[in-house]
T-cell receptor, first 112, second 112 residues
Framework: SQTIHQWPATLVQPVGSPLSLECTVEGTSNPNLYWYRQAAGRGLQLLFYSVGIGQISSEVPQNLSASRPQDRQFILSSKKLLLSDSGFYLC???????????FGDGTRLSIL | TQLLEQSPQFLSIQEGENLTVYCNSSSVFSSLQWYRQEPGEGPVLLVT?????EVKKLKRLTFQFGDARKDSSLHITAAQPGDTGLYLCAGANGGATNKLIFGTGTLLAVQP
């Protein structure tokens, strides 16, 4: 069966520091991968998605970037965090063609 | 820009009551998914509806996809405290990217 792992679960970082959040998927090949941000009690905003190694599409202009160095690894990064980058970040995977997305347990990022 | 509006935004009810959550859009989707999310965790898929007018039942939960595939509803019968959580609808346009448009969310609290 397929599993998705995100880490860390929580992170507290000072303004201006770098960021690296990692997501890995097991049990499937060539999945679509997604990064979302979620405000408390609200829906999910798609930040990035990837349909293959090295292929990254950005949905909204922002202070973050994403990379996919391996088939089942998706990384969310920033060189200098802003206060507005605080939030709950979720990674998801799916197969194409209308298949549902499956989510990791998220990372709670707090910027001080 | 495609939007999915959910109503109500918040709902607090007593155990045993019935409720309906609505998910509305002016856009047509190839399929629509419902997720439930608990605090500090990722959303978990409940159901996918694909055909206009389709009705799916999952124990006490009944999901309906509108005839025009622009809206959906979730009805819970005899709600229980375990139903508490954030309910999210998400519309899909299919295709290779399989991107989802998430609704604004409905936060449900079922009091014992």
């Amino acid at each position: 069966s397929q599993t998705i792992h995100q880490w860390p679960a929580t992170l507290v970082q000072p303004v201006g520091s770098p960021l690296s959040l990692e997501c890995t998927v097991e049990g499937t090949s060539n999945p679509n991968l997604y990064w979302y941000r979620q405000a408390a009690g609200r829906g999910l905003q798609l930040l990035f998605y990837s349909v293959g190694i090295g292929q990254i599409s950005s949905e909204v202009p922002q202070n973050l970037s994403a990379s996919r160095p391996q088939d089942r690894q998706f990384i969310l990064s920033s060189k200098k965090l802003l206060l507005s980058d605080s939030g709950f970040y979720l990674c998801a995977w799916s197969l194409g063609g209308g298949q549902p997305q499956h989510f990791g347990d998220g990372t709670r990022l707090s910027i001080l | 820009t495609q939007l999915l509006e959910q109503s109500p935004q918040f709902l607090s009810i007593q155990e045993g009551e019935n409720l309906t959550v609505y998910c509305n859009s002016s856009s047509v989707f190839s399929s629509l998914q419902w997720y439930r999310q608990e605090p500090g965790e990722g959303p978990v898929l409940l159901v996918t509806v694909v055909t206009g007018g389709e009705v799916k039942k999952l124990k006490r939960l009944t999901f309906q996809f509108g005839d025009a595939r622009k809206d959906s509803s979730l009805h819970i019968t005899a709600a229980q405290p375990g139903d508490t959580g954030l309910y999210l609808c998400a519309g899909a346009n299919g295709g290779a990217t399989n991107k989802l448009i998430f609704g604004t969310g409905t936060l449900l609290a079922v009091q014992p």
